[in-house]
């Protein structure tokens, strides 16, 4: 049994109900784990719909491996668990038929490109579901991993026939 503790991150995807974030808390202290910060973006929703909640703590191994389990146990949607964060983030906004295009799919192939991961979608569509909408996307990337995901944003862009905005790269002229 090791007993070197490390520090992890643990994504998560909660209900909007109050004591929520409590209930989730109570396996990470009744497995030993100790608490290092909780990142909950109350005012932004996950593409299903829930709170998107980030909790970095410190265990062992054995222990951080017994949290997930109990929270998962619990009933909580753990999103991602590990050592692994991701260290940069990136905005792009996508404009076109989203809806008509499946916004669903385009999220889920984005996510699938293995550096990063989805964490809030905001989506405006003034002329209803069949007209030209757009949405703003939050990527969350590995380090390194930016280059990676804004290709793949770009790449199921260029399919859907969907126009993205992304930030310029810094230093560039």
Known sequence: ????????????????????????????????????????????????????VEVDVEATPERFE???????????????AGEERYSEEVTVVLTGHLVDTD?????????DCGRASVTDVSLSAPGGTEDVSSARLRLAAEQGGT????DAVRAVAAEKDLQVIAPLAGGEA
């Not at 973006?41 to 829930?50: A, I, K, Q, S």
């Not at 916004?103 to 996510?111: G, M, P, Y």
């Not at 280059?147 to 804004?150: P, Q, S, V, Y």
Request: no cysteine; aromatic share 2%; hydrophobic share 40%.
């Open 103 to 111: 916004l669903s799919d385009t999220l889920r192939r984005v996510q």
């Open 147 to 150: 280059t990676e995901a804004l």
């Open 66 to 80: 017994a949290i997930v389990e109990a929270l998962r146990d619990s009933g909580v949607n753990v999103v991602q």
């Open 1 to 52: 049994m090791s007993d070197a503790v490390h520090a992890y991150t643990v994504r998560l995807e909660l209900v909007d109900e109050p004591g929520e974030l409590l209930r989730t808390l109570e396996p990470i202290a009744e497995n030993g784990g100790n608490l290092l910060s909780i990142f909950h973006e109350r005012g932004n929703l996950t593409p299903r719909g829930h709170i998107p």
